[in-house]
Nanobody, 126 residues
Framework: QVQLVESGGGLVQAGGSLRLSCAAS????????MGWFRQAPGKEREFVAA??????????ADSVKGRFTISISRDNAKNTVYLQMNSLKPEDTAVYYC?????????????????WGQGTQVTVSS
């Protein structure tokens, strides 16, 4: 069982930045691909970014690549994955979830992720 705990969310003005963190309990954290998803009220949970277990490859949703500067990274020594978001807009307001993927399969599909955190609220004011 893997426990994931997100932190770093909050209220920020448009144009501001946030760095989300996700701490994992698993001793085998370095073996998991990790992802970030978000869910706005009344909408489906959508993919934001993912990173392979080595950190050598990263993936980003087309919807976020062009709209704000985003970067996913991980520190396997700290069992933590990060999501840096800059130039935030009100439409980025959502609950952001961290997830871990054990097996192969596209990181763009939330169905391929095995463990989920409880989420952290990000609210961007105009």
């Amino acid at each position: 069982q893997v426990q994931l705990v997100e932190s770093g969310g909050g209220l920020v003005q448009a144009g501001g930045s946030l760095r989300l963190s996700c701490a994992a309990s698993a001793r085998t954290f370095s073996g998991y691909a990790m992802g970030w998803f978000r869910q706005a009220p009344g909408k489906e949970r959508e993919f934001v970014a993912a990173i392979t277990w080595t950190g050598s490859s990263t993936y980003y949703a087309d919807s976020v690549k062009g709209r704000f500067t985003i970067s996913i990274s991980r520190d396997n020594a700290k069992n933590t994955v990060y999501l840096q978001m800059n130039s935030l807009k009100p439409e980025d307001t959502a609950v952001y979830y961290c997830a871990a993927k054990i097996y192969s399969g596209t990181p763009y599909d939330k169905a391929n992720f095995n463990y989920w955190g409880q989420g952290t609220q990000v609210t961007v004011s105009s």
